[in-house]
């Protein structure tokens, strides 16, 4: 099962604009993944946030963690449209083995 | 190029045959992953090695699915008797062993497959 859910579940944004997409989780973690996948391939890693930050830049990136509230946010500025893609929240359990668990994905489209 | 590969990349077959579908990760990468992906969905964990030991197996993984890593290098993910609800993208991803950025997943492009 799903160990999130991602908000919106679709978002159509004209290129220049900016693209915010929440994911909320279930469990404690250790730290907090996001990755984007293009249609038809596999998923890309885009950043890690760790338990302990709050907030991490990368590029036109940017993402933020509320451990109180078990959510993240990712920001994407000056979206382009080759941003088009899915974007999925993933975070390893903490206990016995290590798997990643994802959530469900918003699918962002970028109009050009 | 030394990134995860997946063969095939696409698989038709008739419901009741058996497929197996191969993953060759990143060489240093010990631990290595299959997913499972239907359309609109996020990847679902089906099961999970560290070297050649398969260390934990979802229970969505029904007795039909078995999965191999020999020697702790390449994968294979067998289902046997395949049925239509079997039909999704098979995704493989590694991954180092370590605190944090050495966790992250590096993904294979996946083995889309149809059961007809």
């Known amino acids: 099962s799903q160990q999130g859910e991602e908000d919106p579940q679709a978002l159509s944004i004209q290129e220049g604009e900016n693209a915010t997409m929440n994911c909320s989780y279930k469990?404690?973690?250790?730290?907090l993944q996001w990755y984007r996948q293009n249609s038809g391939r596999g998923l890309v890693h885009l950043i890690l946030?760790?338990?302990?930050?709050r907030e991490k830049h990368s590029g036109r990136l940017r993402v933020t963690l509320d451990t109180s509230k078990k959510s993240s946010s990712l920001l994407i500025t000056a979206s382009r449209a080759a941003d088009t893609a899915s974007y999925f929240c993933?975070?390893?359990?903490?206990?016995?083995?290590?798997?990643?668990?994802f959530g469900t994905g918003t699918r962002l489209k970028v109009l050009a | 190029d030394t990134g995860v590969s997946q063969n095939p990349r696409h698989k038709i077959t008739k419901r009741g045959q058996n497929v197996t579908f191969r993953c060759d990760p990143i060489?240093?990468?010990?631990?290595l992953y299959w997913y499972r992906q239907t359309l609109g969905q996020g990847p679902e964990f089906l099961t999970y090695?560290?070297?050649?030991?398969?260390?934990?197996k979802s229970r969505l993984l029904s007795d039909r699915f078995s999965a191999e890593r020999p020697k702790g290098s390449f994968s294979t993910l067998e289902i046997q008797r395949t049925e239509q609800g079997d039909s999704a993208m098979y995704l493989c991803?590694?991954?180092?062993?370590?605190?944090?950025?050495?966790?992250?997943?590096?993904f294979g492009s996946g083995t889309q497959l149809s059961v007809l």
């Open positions: 991803a590694s991954s180092l062993e370590g605190e944090g950025a050495r966790e992250k997943l590096f």
């Open positions: 469990t404690s973690i250790n730290n």
């Open positions: 946030i760790r338990s302990n930050e």
């Open positions: 993933a975070t390893p359990t903490t206990s016995g083995t290590y798997k990643y668990i």
């Open positions: 060489s240093e990468h010990n631990r």
């Open positions: 090695f560290q070297n050649e030991a398969q260390l934990e």
